[in-house]
């Protein structure tokens, strides 16, 4: 019980000493000015809410990983990697790799299936996006990326240091992406994901609807047809396209079982379920 209090106040610490740092640099060059305070206020509420149940959430995926990695006879892949820091740049670079290929999918995925956009929901409602609204999540979603991005991950022969090293640069990305702030990385725009084209993604536009799922690499939106290339000064207003919005933190916790209930409701009187406009096949600006 100790440790874990201590992991909940060590973790809400980092998170909020990141959050501060982000908040001051959106302050010098904001894509959207004058945000209410009231907004920024919610997300930190959250992340309190959103750390703790995360980090029970990360008790059963300490369990269940290894669990799935051995059942599938894992590791699977192995590879020879270089002596010294050579071999260890190596196997950080493919096993973020391959976080990011598997996340692609698994964030699609979010857009697509309406049981998982019910969860994923609670992240897109946020009208005014900025630092915190990188932990503007369900904690659900951390048990959905077990099997999607997790366990694969444990399928190659890579040293477990190296999936925290990953795991920490998901988390400063996340925030560097949503941060904010008008800047676009220029020619780097197609290979590494910035704050510009993650807007896109949050994009209330119906033009921008289901694009660019990548984390850290749009190579994965343009092979798979998702991408949307900003163009000069191109810094959309965020939210819903249909207006919705999160106002609660009971609403923010418990919403994604009342969607789930309608969804069975619907399948049961077999009506489909609705979810987000289909990601396109071919992508606009490729």
Not at 71 to 90: K, N, S, T, V, Y
């Amino acid at each position: 019980m100790l440790e874990f209090l201590q992991s909940l106040l060590t973790g809400t610490d980092k998170i909020m000493m990141l959050c501060a740092i982000g908040l001051t640099v959106e302050y010098f060059r904001p894509a959207e000015k004058n945000q209410p305070a009231s907004a920024i206020l919610f997300n930190l509420i959250w992340i309190v809410n959103f750390v703790v149940m995360t980090n029970l959430a990360m008790m059963l995926v300490g369990r269940l990983v290894p669990m799935g990695v051995a059942a599938l006879g894992g590791p699977l892949f192995h590879i020879q990697f270089a002596e010294g820091w050579i071999g260890g740049l190596g196997q950080f670079f493919l096993l973020l790799l391959i976080h990011d290929f598997c996340y692609y999918w698994f964030h699609r995925c979010q857009h697509t299936w309406a049981w998982f956009w019910a969860h994923h929901k609670l992240h897109h409602t946020e009208v005014h996006m900025n630092a915190t609204t990188s932990f503007r999540h369900h904690w659900m979603e951390n048990v959905y990326r077990i099997p999607f991005i997790f366990i694969p991950m444990g399928l190659f022969n890579i040293e477990g240091s190296y999936t925290v090293l990953v795991w920490d640069a998901a988390l400063l990305w996340a925030i560097f992406t949503h941060v904010n702030l008008r800047l676009s990385m220029g020619p780097l725009t197609r290979f590494i994901a910035g704050p510009q084209v993650h807007r896109i993604h949050h994009s209330s536009l119906p033009e921008h609807q289901n694009r660019n799922f990548a984390a850290f690499f749009p190579i994965w939106d343009q092979l798979f047809g998702s991408f949307h290339m900003p163009k000069q000064n191109e810094f959309p207003p965020c939210g819903m396209t249909d207006g919705e919005t999160t106002d609660s933190v009971w609403q923010a916790h418990f919403g994604v079982f009342k969607d789930w209930y309608g969804l069975w409701k619907n399948r049961k009187a077999g009506r489909p379920a609705s979810a987000p406009a289909a990601v396109p096949v071919a992508s606009e600006n490729a």
